[in-house]
């Protein structure tokens, strides 16, 4: 797999696009977790976003979004083809990604851990982010509410209210085949 660091991903949305709607597939998310076209594009132009994409043959079978802010990359998204999750090509983006950062004076890279504030070390997700890792930390990323109300009407209509989860009202909608949360 031949891997690209490209710094104006906005370029590729036709391809990330295509990539994403296999994951939105493969895990049934729906919602406001099935991310429109228009978000990805405001969220591809984010100053500090980079895209880190897998090819095999020419044809882009993976792709990473990870932001860049001051000496941190905040891994956000991935998403591959069918292709890319048979040949595992995360793991060929991850490593290249971390090459990259750490050549770019990128001092801490947070691939995310398990959903919710607790991790499970018996989901796949969470042991595979484990294996990149030296070093545990809690990070949280957008973790304030700004509009109290319409949050508290979505855990409403979600009918959740972990205290455990945040966002509450997203808690359960991620599950592995064994009904397991993620």
């Not at 895209?51 to 891994?75: D, E, F, P, S, T």
């Not at 972990?162 to 085949?177: K, M, Q, S, T």
């Amino acid at each position: 797999m031949d891997v690209e660091i490209c710094l104006h991903p906005l370029q590729y949305i036709e391809d990330w696009l295509k990539l994403y709607n296999n994951l939105i597939r493969r895990h049934n998310i729906s919602g406001i977790n099935a991310f429109s076209r228009h978000c990805f594009e405001i969220q591809l132009n984010i100053p500090g976003m980079i895209m880190v994409i897998g090819r095999q043959q020419g044809k882009i079978i993976g792709a990473m979004l990870i932001l860049i802010q001051n000496n941190i990359g905040y891994a956000h998204l991935s998403s591959f083809s069918e292709e890319g999750y048979k040949m595992r090509a995360s793991y060929g983006l991850h490593w290249e990604s971390l090459t990259y950062l750490l050549e770019n004076g990128i001092r801490y890279v947070h691939f995310g851990g398990a959903a919710g504030t607790k991790d499970t070390v018996l989901d796949g997700l969470s042991q595979f982010k484990q294996g990149w890792s030296n070093e545990h930390r809690l990070v949280y990323l957008c973790g304030r509410i700004f509009d109290q109300n319409k949050y508290d009407n979505l855990c409403k209509q979600n009918n959740t209210c972990n205290e455990n989860y945040f966002p509450a009202y997203r808690f359960g909608e991620y599950r592995d085949n064994d009904n397991d949360q993620l």
